[in-house]
């Protein structure tokens, strides 16, 4: 068999299996509502386009006018050919907006994570991380288990007392660096890892903490600084890491933020830094001025949590079971893949664009309809949104 028609024979097994990904081509940029190819108005319960920015004035405005002022890229990577102020300005910003001293930017935030623990770690030292961490966390750790031989250890969900005794474990086997790594809002379930809890095992069993707070930087805390906000806890966390292709412009982009000497370290020592292109200057103008335009309307960030609140709880009144939670992402557990699938199909049908999820993004059996919310909704798009899963629900039976 060709390679061509194996290829065409895997995904044909995977269409039979119900887990094909279709794409959904979209007319006009991500809003609450938008337009989408074949099926008109839509509107998005399925974007990380949390507080409306992808298509802010102001934010595609900097980016035309980083792109006019710098021209479309850095043409190679930042070490050989010079750094644009514009980088300066944008992790200047970041790192003060997260409550750390500095920040590097790379060109997502996988990159961000890639580079951080490979870079970080040897031998000698540990890498604990959540069972249920992001793909890019998990990656990250096993390309430096290859490249550094550093050790690893994996910690159930949210389990204090198992990432307690994991750190015993490598207290007791001398690691030199232990560093834990969680997610700040976990993607799938929408729970908030326990940061006060994790930061005191970190300093009593002297260890150092990441949070990647992807699905939290701008949408968690009462001016959007993200899960340490949340708690109360700014400046505590020794490693944020995060993406710029969510709430702030959504276009691409992530960073490390620290101490002053990890940006520099990474700097020195990251492979995607050192052998690959910066932002280019237009996503780095438009994050600038996504980062800029949070600090002036916090506004947005209470919009959000009053829609993730008003929209969780009407679910509720439906009959609905959502993940209990207080982030604007709210996930339906349907069960098996197919069920979600043709949920998302029938919403659709409805105007209402939201991804069903299953194995194995997902548990096998933990199918689900994710729903994510934003400042950009009107309360008449929740209502639209909520008639539409009450009619689709009662069709399933699910309601
Ligand atoms: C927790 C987390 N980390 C990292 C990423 C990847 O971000 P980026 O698109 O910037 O690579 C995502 C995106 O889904 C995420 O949810």
Avoid at 100 to 109: A, D, F, I
Avoid at 110 to 134: C, F, K, M
Wanted: charge should be neutral; glycine fraction near 10%; include cysteine.
């Amino acid at each position: 068999m060709s390679f061509a028609a194996r290829l065409e024979a895997e995904l044909e097994q995977f269409k039979r299996d119900g887990v094909y990904k279709r794409l959904n081509y979209l007319e006009a940029p991500q809003a609450a509502r938008t337009k989408m190819q074949g099926r008109g108005d839509v509107v998005i319960l399925s974007s990380n386009n949390y507080l409306g920015l992808c298509n802010a004035p102001e934010v595609v405005a900097a980016g035309k006018r980083a792109l006019d002022q710098f021209g479309a890229g850095t043409g190679s990577v930042r070490f050989i050919c010079g750094t644009f102020t514009i980088h300066r300005e944008l992790e200047q910003a970041l790192a003060r907006f997260v409550g750390c001293e500095s920040s590097l930017t790379y060109v997502s935030c996988w990159n961000a994570n890639e580079g951080l623990v490979a870079t970080l770690l040897g031998e000698q030292d540990i890498v604990i991380s959540d069972q249920l961490n992001h793909a890019s966390i998990i990656d990250a750790i096993r390309l430096a288990k290859t490249i550094t031989k550093c050790q690893t250890a994996v910690y159930r969900h949210s389990d204090m007392s198992d990432l307690e005794d994991k750190l015993r474990a490598a207290q007791a086997t001398k690691a030199r660096l232990k560093l834990i790594f969680t997610d700040g809002v976990f993607s799938m379930e929408g729970d908030i890892a326990k940061l006060p809890d994790i930061v005191a095992l970190a300093r009593k069993y002297d260890a150092v903490v990441a949070v990647d707070d992807s699905h939290g930087t701008a949408v968690l805390g009462a001016s959007g600084r993200g899960t340490a906000e949340h708690y109360g806890m700014l400046g505590q966390v020794d490693i944020i890491t995060s993406t710029l292709g969510k709430a702030l412009g959504g276009a691409a982009g992530g960073f490390t933020a620290g101490a002053a000497a990890l940006a520099d370290y990474l700097t020195q020592g990251s492979r995607p830094q050192l052998f690959s292109n910066a932002l280019p200057p237009t996503v780095a103008g438009s994050a600038l001025a996504a980062v800029q335009h949070v600090e002036h309307h916090p506004e947005l960030v209470r919009r959000l949590h009053d829609h993730a609140r008003y929209f969780r709880e009407r679910l509720v009144a439906l009959g609905f079971k959502p993940l209990p939670g207080e982030t604007p992402i709210v996930p339906v557990i349907l069960g098996e893949t197919a069920k979600a699938i043709q949920m998302s199909e029938l919403l659709l049908n409805e105007g209402v664009f939201v991804t069903g999820f299953g194995y194995p993004v997902v548990p096998q059996g933990h199918a689900r309809i994710r729903c994510q919310l934003s400042a950009a909704h009107t309360r008449d798009d929740l209502d639209f949104a909520l008639a539409a899963f009450k009619r689709v629900g009662a069709s399933l039976g699910l309601i």
